[in-house]
Structure formats: C-alpha cells, structure tokens
C-alpha cells in the first residue's frame, strides 16, 4: 500500500505525521509524494487560525477527490482540527472516512485494520519515524505535549490537552534515531520548550538537564530551540547555550504584543518592560544570539495607542526576525467571549504596516551580519545555485543564503558576503567543517544507535512502534472542555 502524507501548521505535526508514517510502516505502507498514486491519504488538519482550518478543509476535500478521479481507497484526517471539529467535519465531509483527534494516534492502525486496508505485520521496520521530505538532514524532536498556558486567544489546550513531558530517555534515544538516519540538525519543539519537565519536578530534571543529555547523547552538529516563553529563560538555560557549542545560538521567543493592556486581555504573564528585561537579559549572557518573535495585531479591544505602543517595544529591542498574523476568535477559549471590535480592514493594514516596519529592522540588524565567519548548513541545490543557512536561519521561516558550493548536508566554515532581498545572504566557503551524513553510519563512530524492529521479530517490531506512539498518544486531558 502506498500512502501520502498531507501535513498542515505547526513543527509539532511534522513529528507526528512521521511517527504515523512509522507505525503505517510496520505494516508494509511506502510513502509516496505523489498523491494520485497513494492508495491511501492522511491529511494532518491545524486548528490554530482560521486561515490554517480553511487549509485544513481545502486539503480534505482536494483528498476525496482522488477516491473519484485516482487509485485512492481512503483519506484519513487527523490531528489538532478534528480534535476541536471531528462533528462538523464529519457532516461536511462524507468523503472523508476516518476522523482521529489529537488523542487518537493509537487507533490509526486497529482503525485501517479493520477496514481491511492493511496486511501483515512485517519483519523489517526501519525506525520509529520515517522522514518523507526533501531535506532529511533536518529533523524536528518534540519534547512534551499539549500546554498549560492560559492564553485568552490560543485554543491549543483543547486541541492537545495538558502540558506533559516525554521521558528524557526515549527524547535522547530519538535523538539518536534522527542522526542514524542522517539528520544534521535537531529542532526541539514544544508548545514552550522551557515548560520541560514542570510535570515530573520530582525526577529534578527541566529543559537545561535535557540538553545536557541530548547533547552527551548525540553528535548531532546543530541544536536549534524553537519556542521557548520568555519566563523560561531562566540563568541555567541560558548557562547551557553558552556552554554548548552545538546548540545555535538562536531562541524563537514568542511575545505576541507590546502593549501592556493588550498583554492583560490576552491573559499573557509578559509585559513590555519583563520583556525588554528579559531581552537585554538574553543578550547580555549571549552576545552573538538570533532572536525571533511572533506578535497578534487585531486582538479585541486593541486601539491605535496600543499598536503604536507594540512598534515602539520592536522598534527598541530589535528582533532579527518577527511573525505576524491577525487575530480570529477561536470557539472555546476566553477571547472569543470578548467583542471582536477591530475591523478587518484595520487588522489587514496594522499587519502590513507591522511586516513593513520589521523588514526595515531585519534588515538592518542582517547588515551588521555582513563580514563574519560562520557556519552553514547546506540545504538543497536550487535554481538559483546551493542553498544553505546561517545559524541565525531556522528552517523554513528565516530565508536562504546562497554559497558558492556545498552537497545538501555538508556543513562549511563560510565568510558572509551580503544581504540578498532583505531576508537572504550570499556567503563564500572557505572550508569543509563536516561532509553530509551517509545515512546509517555516525560520522564520529563513537557509538552503535538503536534502530526499532533491526533483526527482531514481527511482534517486537510491532511493540516498538507502539512505544514511540507514545510520544504523542499519552494521557490527554481537557480541563471541563475550557483551555486551562
């Protein structure tokens, strides 16, 4: 059976369509890219705006078309939108013939089972997770799940449930998973990173202690944080990124407003001044750090003073890079109660002056780039030659920068040439650091990684595989279906 992914939103889901795609795995499936010849389709659904929802419906019903017009026997959807909007889409959606929430990642196989969609067990399983981009060399590593936050706007409690950490044991076994199968770079993601280990205080071990272990536990190069809150960046998290060469120095530090009152509506424990506190905090025990943010325009009540109030916090403390959107209100979390009393048309121009005003920033801090020796990471030959990122370049949402060679993989000793279109680089390799990974072999040969199902039996791989679901299947919980 061939089955095609369709992963929507967050980093977060990349990770659990590839645990999907490993369990599918254990059972015979090969992912294919091509959808017209998967005879199954998932469609991982993102429920944290409406543009991200109505992406979600596009997809689904792009999806049943192909029960018509291809080989498709079934589409299966699954993940944060289901969880929030399994009876909706069920009526909208008849074509669709499986709906599994973010609670349901155990039922995915009993569930195509019964449907008589898959075959046997079998002997050979090649991992807990199967990587089906382009660029396997960058890999993301989820560290909890769900969030205890109390955000006004935010409906991720009701999507993912409770805050819950993973076992340090099984991140850094996964860890060691990606990096045999040839990753470079490790992003850890969570709905807040430095929430790590709140759950299980008794063990004595946060985000900091993980670190510790994961980079004792890998070779893995690159060490990318995304999305640590502010209240996180405690003196020992910022201890281990100046301690650990490997991890980037680089923090996805989402703020959402800058204007105090607006903070207060939004039920965020920030407020400008513990903000730019906390920035200078950052950059005085980290120097050379990248820093982005992620910012809300529109969010009821807010005024004209209030944006202004938001310019002038980016204006002063500078971010390299910052994500915008405009707020909606989503059913069941507290804004949703609040009048949405900002038109529109004024949330569309507040954003587009907020990206304007950031692009002047970004670029300005960029120059200040201009003339260092570096690291890049050679992603991809492009039509516009090899296509790499710097440190301060997360994948996918920091731009490109453009070197004169590189095989994707490698990782090169670069000089910075220039800024290319406000948010790209150009850099001129000066050396090899460390040539791309031969999946399978540990470029250091320090230690022998475990890869499920390798000379074990069908019943072993298949218990394998229904450990690592555990890493997004465990308890979920719902506190009287209201976020926390």
């Given at each position: 059976m061939k089955v095609g992914f369709v992963t929507l939103g967050c980093d977060k889901n990349t990770v659990d369509s590839e645990r999907y795609l490993g369990a599918l795995a254990a059972y015979g499936a090969l992912a294919t890219t091509d959808l017209d010849a998967a005879d199954l389709i998932v469609v991982?659904?993102?429920?944290?705006?409406?543009?991200?929802?109505?992406?979600?419906?596009?997809?689904?019903?792009?999806?049943?078309?192909?029960?018509?017009?291809?080989?498709?026997?079934?589409?299966?959807?699954?993940?944060?939108?289901?969880?929030?909007?399994?009876?909706?889409?069920?009526?909208?959606?008849p074509e669709v013939d499986l709906f599994l929430g973010a609670a349901d990642a155990d039922r995915l196989i009993p569930e195509l089972d019964q449907r008589g969609l898959l075959g046997p067990?079998?002997?050979?399983?090649?991992g807990d997770r199967i990587y089906a981009g382009d660029v396997a060399h960058v890999r993301y590593l989820k560290i909890s799940e769900g969030c205890d936050h109390g955000c006004a706007f935010c409906a991720i409690p009701l999507m993912r449930g409770r805050h819950r950490s993973f076992d340090?044991?099984?991140?850094?076994?996964?860890a060691q998973l990606l990096e045999l199968q040839g990753a470079?770079?490790?992003?850890?993601?969570?709905?807040?990173?430095?929430?790590?280990?709140?759950?299980?205080?008794?063990?004595?071990?946060g985000l900091p202690e993980l670190l510790d272990?994961?980079?004792?536990?890998?070779?893995?190069?690159?060490?990318?944080?995304?999305?640590?809150?502010?209240?996180?960046?405690?003196?020992?998290?910022?201890?281990?990124?100046?301690?650990h060469d490997r991890i980037v120095k680089y923090l996805d530090m989402p703020i959402q407003h800058g204007s105090d009152a607006v903070l207060a509506r939004m039920r965020r424990p920030e407020r400008a001044a513990s903000i730019r506190a906390t920035?200078?905090?950052?950059?005085?025990?980290?120097?050379?750090?990248?820093?982005?943010?992620?910012?809300?325009?529109?969010?009821?009540?807010e005024s004209d003073e209030d944006f202004e109030r938001l310019l002038a916090l980016l204006e002063e403390v500078r971010f390299d890079r910052v994500g915008a959107f405009t707020y909606s209100a989503q059913d069941g979390t507290r804004a949703a109660r609040l009048a949405d009393d900002v038109p529109d048309s004024v949330k569309r121009e507040r954003l587009e002056r907020l990206t304007e005003f950031q692009r002047t920033i970004t670029a300005e801090q960029y120059e200040r780039r201009v003339g260092t020796l570096t690291t890049a990471l050679v992603d991809r030959i492009g039509e516009r030659g090899v296509e790499a990122r710097l440190p301060w370049q997360a994948d996918d949402i920091d731009g490109i920068t453009y070197l004169d060679q590189g095989r994707p993989g490698d990782l090169v000793a670069v000089q910075v040439g220039a800024v290319d279109d406000d948010y790209d680089f150009r850099a001129t390799v000066r050396s090899l650091v460390r040539p791309a990974p031969i999946a399978g072999i540990v470029a250091s040969g320090r230690r022998a990684l475990p890869i499920a199902g390798a000379r074990a039996t069908a019943s072993a791989t298949v218990a394998a595989t229904a450990t690592s679901l555990g890493s997004f299947g465990r308890p979920f919980a719902v506190v009287d279906g209201a976020p926390l």
């Amino acid at each position: 059976m061939k089955v095609g992914f369709v992963t929507l939103g967050c980093d977060k889901n990349t990770v659990d369509s590839e645990r999907y795609l490993g369990a599918l795995a254990a059972y015979g499936a090969l992912a294919t890219t091509d959808l017209d010849a998967a005879d199954l389709i998932v469609v991982n659904t993102c429920g944290f705006i409406d543009a991200a929802k109505q992406e979600s419906v596009d997809a689904l019903v792009e999806a049943g078309r192909r029960k018509v017009s291809g080989v498709c026997r079934a589409v299966v959807a699954v993940g944060c939108m289901v969880e929030r909007h399994r009876d909706e889409l069920a009526s909208a959606l008849p074509e669709v013939d499986l709906f599994l929430g973010a609670a349901d990642a155990d039922r995915l196989i009993p569930e195509l089972d019964q449907r008589g969609l898959l075959g046997p067990p079998i002997l050979d399983h090649p991992g807990d997770r199967i990587y089906a981009g382009d660029v396997a060399h960058v890999r993301y590593l989820k560290i909890s799940e769900g969030c205890d936050h109390g955000c006004a706007f935010c409906a991720i409690p009701l999507m993912r449930g409770r805050h819950r950490s993973f076992d340090q044991d099984e991140i850094v076994r996964e860890a060691q998973l990606l990096e045999l199968q040839g990753a470079r770079e490790l992003n850890l993601v969570a709905q807040d990173l430095a929430h790590y280990g709140r759950d299980q205080r008794a063990a004595g071990i946060g985000l900091p202690e993980l670190l510790d272990a994961v980079v004792a536990g890998t070779d893995v190069p690159w060490i990318r944080l995304l999305y640590v809150y502010s209240a996180g960046l405690t003196p020992a998290l910022l201890d281990r990124l100046v301690r650990h060469d490997r991890i980037v120095k680089y923090l996805d530090m989402p703020i959402q407003h800058g204007s105090d009152a607006v903070l207060a509506r939004m039920r965020r424990p920030e407020r400008a001044a513990s903000i730019r506190a906390t920035v200078a905090r950052v950059r005085d025990a980290v120097p050379s750090i990248a820093l982005r943010t992620t910012c809300i325009v529109g969010f009821p009540g807010e005024s004209d003073e209030d944006f202004e109030r938001l310019l002038a916090l980016l204006e002063e403390v500078r971010f390299d890079r910052v994500g915008a959107f405009t707020y909606s209100a989503q059913d069941g979390t507290r804004a949703a109660r609040l009048a949405d009393d900002v038109p529109d048309s004024v949330k569309r121009e507040r954003l587009e002056r907020l990206t304007e005003f950031q692009r002047t920033i970004t670029a300005e801090q960029y120059e200040r780039r201009v003339g260092t020796l570096t690291t890049a990471l050679v992603d991809r030959i492009g039509e516009r030659g090899v296509e790499a990122r710097l440190p301060w370049q997360a994948d996918d949402i920091d731009g490109i920068t453009y070197l004169d060679q590189g095989r994707p993989g490698d990782l090169v000793a670069v000089q910075v040439g220039a800024v290319d279109d406000d948010y790209d680089f150009r850099a001129t390799v000066r050396s090899l650091v460390r040539p791309a990974p031969i999946a399978g072999i540990v470029a250091s040969g320090r230690r022998a990684l475990p890869i499920a199902g390798a000379r074990a039996t069908a019943s072993a791989t298949v218990a394998a595989t229904a450990t690592s679901l555990g890493s997004f299947g465990r308890p979920f919980a719902v506190v009287d279906g209201a976020p926390l």
